[in-house]
C-alpha cells in the first residue's frame, strides 16, 4: 500500500486552510527521521487506512524518499468525526515493536444462541497488545463463534489463532477470556431504600395531620 504525502509549511490555526482542500495535516517521526509535518489527501488516506489499520506496514512517499511507516494515531473533530489529524510512525523494521490489534468476531448471525436472544456475546478485549517486527505483525485477531453452543463458553488469548514463533501477547496471560457467552442480563427493578421509604410514609403523615389541624381550625372559626 502506498501514500502519498507533501511536507508543509503551516501549521497551528493555518493548517484550517489545508482541510478546506479535502487534505488532512500530519507528521511522521520514528526511526532514521526528523519529526516532518506533512499532508496528504484525505480521500486516499481514508482507503489506506480502511485497508491498513494501524498494524500494517505503508510506503509513505516524501520528496524522492519512501518510508515503511504505521499510523500511529487518527484524530477526528468531536463533532462532525471528519479526520483532522494524523500521525504516521516509521520503526525499525529489525526491532520488535508494540501495537494495539483488533479483534473481530464472526459467525454471530450463524450462532444459534445468538440469533434466538437466549444468549449474548460479550467482548472483553476489544484490542489486543502484540510485541513483533513490524513486518510480523497481524492484521487483526478473528474469532469465529459459530461453534460456542453453550452459556458459560468462552475464547481465551491461547485459543487465539496467530503465529507464536513471530508474534507475542505483551499483556495479557494465556488464560485471560477474550470473548464469552453469557445470559442476557435481566434488569432488576429499583426498589425505595427502606429509609427512604420511611421517610416518605412520614412526610405523607405529617402532611396529613397538618391537613386535619386546619379542617378543625376552619370548623372552630365557623362555630364562632
Known sequence: MELTSTKREKTGKKVK?????????????????????????????QKTFKKAGETALIDLKLGGNTH???????????????IIHVSFYKPNLKEKTEVEVPVEVI?????????????ILL????????????????????????????????????????????????????????????????????????AEADAIAKMEATAETKDEEEETEEKDKEKK
Do not use: C, M, W
Not at 18 to 41: C, D, K, L, M
Not at 68 to 82: A, E, F, R
Not at 152 to 171: C, H, P, S, W
Open 107 to 119: 459467525g454471530e448471525s450463524t450462532n444459534e444462541l445468538l440469533k434466538s436472544g437466549a444468549a
Open 68 to 82: 515503511k511507516v504505521l499510523i500511529n494515531d487518527v484524530q477526528n473533530d468531536p463533532i462532525t468525526s471528519k
Open 123 to 194: 467482548l472483553l478485549h476489544q484490542e489486543i497488545r502484540v510485541s513483533a517486527l513490524p513486518t510480523n505483525l497481524p492484521e487483526k485477531f478473528v474469532i469465529d463463534v459459530t461453534n460456542l453452543v453453550n452459556i458459560g463458553d468462552t475464547v481465551t488469548v491461547a485459543q487465539l489463532d496467530f503465529d507464536r514463533n513471530k508474534v507475542e501477547i505483551a499483556d495479557l496471560d494465556e488464560d485471560e477470556v477474550v470473548i464469552r457467552i453469557d445470559a442476557p442480563q435481566q434488569e432488576a427493578e429499583e426498589e425505595v431504600p427502606v
Open 17 to 45: 486552510e489545508i482541510r478546506r482542500h479535502a487534505e488532512v495535516p500530519a507528521v511522521v517521526f520514528g526511526n532514521e527521521i526528523e519529526s516532518t509535518y506533512i499532508v496528504v489527501n484525505l480521500l486516499d488516506f
